[in-house]
C-alpha cells in the first residue's frame, strides 16, 4: 500500500533513536543513524503517500526492514523493539502463509486476503487503513520505549492476541458484509 512501509519504518525508525538514547550518550552515531533513517523514510513519504509518485518496489521493502532490524541491534533497543514495531506485518505474513498452506496454495501465490486489504473490504479507505497501521506501530512501539524487558514480552504476547482479535473479526465482518449484499 502506498505509503505503509515508509511511513511504519520512519515511526520504526523515531523509536529506535528514543529506545536507544536511555542507555547510550546523547546523539552517539547510532542515534543519529536512526534519525537520518527516519528522515529518508518520512522524505520518501512525501512522495510515496496515496496516491503515490514512487514506489520502493520488493528491494526498498526489503531494505527498509533490514535497516530496521540493523538499527535495532546497533541501538541497544534489541529484537523485542523490532518485533513490536514490526509485530502487525510480521504476523500479517505469518496469517496469511498459514492459511494458503492449510488451503493447499503456494505461499508465493498471490491475493487479497493481508491485512490491509481486509481492513480496506470492511470500509476503510486507503489513507484510513494506513494511518490505523501507523497508530497501533506507534502504540506498540511507544510501549517499548517505557517497557523492561518484561513489559516488552508481555506486550509482545498482547500484540499477538490483537492481531488474532483483530483477524478473526474483519474475515467475520467482511463475511456478513457479503452475506447481507447476496441476499
Known sequence: MDGLVSGICAIGSVIIFAVSLQWDSALSATSVLALIFAGACAGFLVFNSHPAKIFLGEGGSTFCGLMLGILAIISGSKIATALLIMGIPILDIIWVVARR???????????????????????????????????????????????TSLG??????????????LGFSLVYIYNNKKHVRSH
Open 101 to 147: 498452506l492449510i488451503q493447499g496454495k503456494s505461499v508465493a501465490s498471490a491475493d487479497l486476503k493481508h491485512l490491509h486489504y481486509r481492513l480496506m473490504d470492511v470500509g476503510l479507505s486507503h489513507r484510513q487503513t494506513v494511518i490505523f497501521l501507523y497508530l497501533i506501530t506507534t502504540l506498540f512501539g511507544a510501549i517499548s520505549i517505557f517497557s
Open 152 to 165: 516488552k514480552v508481555i506486550a509482545l504476547l498482547v500484540l499477538l492476541l490483537v492481531m488474532v482479535i
